[in-house]
T-cell receptor
Framework: SQQGEEDPQALSIQEGENATMNCSYK?????LQWYRQNSGRGLVHLIL?????REKHSGRLRVTLDTSKKSSSLLITASRAADTASYFC??????????FGAGTRLTVKP | DTAVSQTPKYLVTQMGNDKSIKCEQN?????MYWYKQDSKKFLKIMFS???????INETVPNRFSPKSPDKAHLNLHINSLELGDSAVYFC???????????FGPGTRLLVL
């Protein structure tokens, strides 16, 4: 079973717009992480939010976590063409079983 | 210096062959992983090792066998390769199983 499921599967926006991606998970978690994958590359860690946090910022990234709804969102503000990539969430439960979803493929058009 | 490295980067082979993919991390991490990413970009964990001990072993065929000679290495050996094994295989490591994972560049395996 997948612990992190992203929505939407694909998102296409214009440069300068904001991009919002959502993630849902099933069990209680220790933390939730967002990763980015450029085409043909490995995943790169973006941000980690712990279960006792509700919001976290890093540059143009804003992550929220709602443990009551078992969901998280990743907002990229003022998107750039270079933000084009796949974005994955991974929910880290209290056991040793962190799982990734299938990702959201973001395309930012110049 | 590369934090997590994998070799080879590309691997093209015939059905039925046996092949190995190597992974090394120089981050001093205790936990290492192997993932398979299929053509639909779905990332699926295969194995997880913590201090050379197997922690997660998903329902992968017995043809896949991880080997951890030491904490810094987790190699993946695949016997009797099948067409469906074609995918990108990623190695990753983390301080412990709940923390940030650092991924290798991937090994693109194509079975003909």
């Amino acid at each position: 079973s997948q612990q992190g499921e992203e929505d939407p599967q694909a998102l296409s926006i214009q440069e300068g717009e904001n991009a919002t991606m959502n993630c849902s998970y099933k069990t209680s978690i220790n933390n939730l992480q967002w990763y980015r994958q450029n085409s043909g590359r490995g995943l790169v860690h973006l941000i980690l939010i712990r279960s006792n946090e509700r919001e976290k910022h890093s540059g143009r990234l804003r992550v929220t976590l709602d443990t009551s709804k078992k969901s998280s969102s990743l907002l990229i503000t003022a998107s750039r063409a270079a933000d084009t990539a796949s974005y994955f969430c991974a929910a880290s439960p209290n056991n040793n079983d962190m799982r990734f979803g299938a990702g959201t493929r973001l395309t930012v058009k110049p | 210096d590369t934090a997590v490295s994998q070799t080879p980067k590309y691997l093209v082979t015939q059905m039925g062959n046996d092949k190995s993919i190597k992974c090394e991390q120089n981050l001093g991490h205790d936990t290492m992983y192997w993932y398979k990413q299929d053509s639909k970009k779905f990332l699926k964990i295969m194995f997880s090792y913590n201090n050379k001990e197997l922690i997660i072993n998903e329902t992968v065929p017995n043809r896949f066998s991880p080997k951890s000679p030491d904490k810094a290495h987790l190699n993946l050996h695949i016997n009797s390769l099948e067409l469906g094994d074609s995918a990108v295989y990623f190695c990753a490591s983390s301080r412990d199983y709940r923390e940030t994972q650092y991924f290798g560049p991937g090994t693109r395996l194509l079975v003909l």
